[in-house]
């Protein structure tokens, strides 16, 4: 059995409660991200496979989104609320929130890991123009969202994580 | 494509010449970057800020907005030569203002007016007669330079209370060779250790073995977080917030953690107002129970007025004349420089005793004539808030456009940082940081709009 060891990367640094409050609301903004992420992937998927247009679709997420406590004003604007806009209750912001965290209580990978996914949401054209393309941008956030809980499983339990100081280490060589 | 620019003919270009050519510290650099292209660079340059973003290299400016440290990857070059003056300059300085410091705390200082001691906001009285560990006040050194084009660099100001950059200057140097190694191509570049140094010092300020080192940030929602973080974790230290400190039973102080609070015997500390983030730590730190890096009491050098004092620091604890030179700068109370400088307001920078980061610098001649009125009148109502400095035409550097593709001419100086441990030793890290103005301005703090670049002291 692999011992559990704290998720600072260097084994004789504590765990601080002001990193504890951190490593709290981390995971609790990135399973924000993941929840708004299935929501729009599901009634996506529904809408490809029946055809549906993006208005159905929007106004499907106006539901959604509302339940999530977001007025929309203007209906067909949910997946752009849902995705980026809301203050609170976007993938973008859960995930900029959750990198802030990260950078108190995370490794350099994991920083990295949230950066890549929000970087889907950043790029040009990336708000989705139809329901196949709202699919396959949360296909690939919720991919990029797993590849961030790889991170953090193997720097929790497995591998040695890499540090500022390893990275710096390896710089110093070349 | 660099020997195009337009911005070849700025006479104090450190680059290029006057008449386009390269200068000959930069010819295997230009070379490099003739043969990558323009389409190559801007693809790497993209990679470099992507590597960037990944990365969060930041300098928030507000806590909402995920911002990257802007910065051009091409590198400012300093010749091994003129680097060693500056080197032997910083040095020199940082003892002279240590023992300065000393004698105005725990003896008697002779060499800067009293009035002008006690009106500075940073003086601080409840340190007479505190010895710090080791008797070193400042452990940690900032210091603005300008070049003058010519080799000869001048000091612009000292930062004494908590110096920030020192992380930009390591982390643009990595980024930049990581994405775009070919430009160091043909040269030797003088390597640093700063973990060795950091750690070196923090060791060399306690008395006993393994000491147990925390850096205090303000938050992750500062404007430096990111350094923060990375010193922290290169030097192997514990990160803390102020609400993860308090002072335990015993007058020490203590940190909240999982599995068990511990003690704490130096706090490297990179927020300004302690007993606001830690109520009781300045009790605990007169007791000798905890060490402060940088010590209580150093920001009375970082006072603009002080500034025009530390050549004769130097001449009278050292003996010898100061290595570098320094902005002539003008002490306002004084009836006659008051006359002077309102005469000359068009040529000349007024800045408040206190500002940082760029905030209460005036540079009077690119300022509107209403404006520097205004300023005229509160220098008469208030003399003793300001000095004032002559307006340095420094140099200029390239910086590339990555939408044009083009290389544009903006202003640069140069901070360095430097370390003192407690035997005294003091490591300057070669390179420092070099910081750029916006296009049109020669104000190059990041929070104000700079950028900064790599800096490679060259063999």
Known sequence: ?174 | MLTDTSTAGHPLNECLNPDGSVKPVYRNLVNAIDSLGVPELQRRWGDANHRAALDAFTFMLDPREFRTVPTDWMPRLIPEGEWDVISRGVAQRLKAINRFLLDLYCGEQEVVPPDVMYSCQYFNPELLDYRPARDVFVHIYGIDLVHMGDGRYVILEDNLRIPSGITYQMKSAEIGLGAIPELAAGYDIIPYDIRAAYQEMFASLCEKDSPVCVLLTDSKYGSAFFEHRYLSELFGITLVEGSDLYIGANGRVWARAMGGDFEVDLIYRRVEDLELFVPGLTEAYLDHKVVLVNAMGTGACDDKLVFLWVPDMIEHYLGEPAILDQAVSYDLRSPANREYVLQNLDSLVLKTRQGYGGLGVFILPDLDKGYRSRLAQQLIEQPQVFIAQETLDFSQHLVFDESSGEFEGRYVDLRVFAVQNGHGEVTVFPGGLTRVSEANSRVTNNSSGGSCKPSWVVR
């Open chain 1, 1 to 174: 059995m692999v011992e559990p060891r704290s998720i600072s990367v260097s084994s004789d640094r504590w765990l601080t409660d002001s990193r504890v409050y951190s490593l709290i609301w981390l995971g609790r903004w990135l399973e924000r991200a993941d929840n708004i992420a299935r929501v729009i992937n599901t009634f996506a998927r529904i809408a490809v496979e029946s055809g549906a247009d993006m208005l159905t679709l929007q106004q499907s997420l106006g539901n959604a989104a509302a339940i999530r406590g977001i007025r929309v004003e203007d209906a067909g604007q949910s997946l752009e609320m849902l995705l980026r806009y809301h203050e609170a209750s976007s993938i973008y912001h859960s995930l900029h929130t959750a990198r802030s965290n990260a950078t108190h209580v995370g490794t350099v990978e994991l920083i990295r890991a949230i950066s890549e996914t929000v970087m889907t949401l950043e790029r040009d054209g990336a708000m989705p123009a139809s329901p196949l393309e709202a699919l396959l941008l949360t296909n690939e956030i919720l991919e990029r969202l797993d590849a961030v809980y790889k991170v953090i499983d193997d720097s929790w339990f497995h591998q040695e994580a890499l540090s500022e100081e390893e990275v710096y280490r390896r710089f110093v060589q070349q």
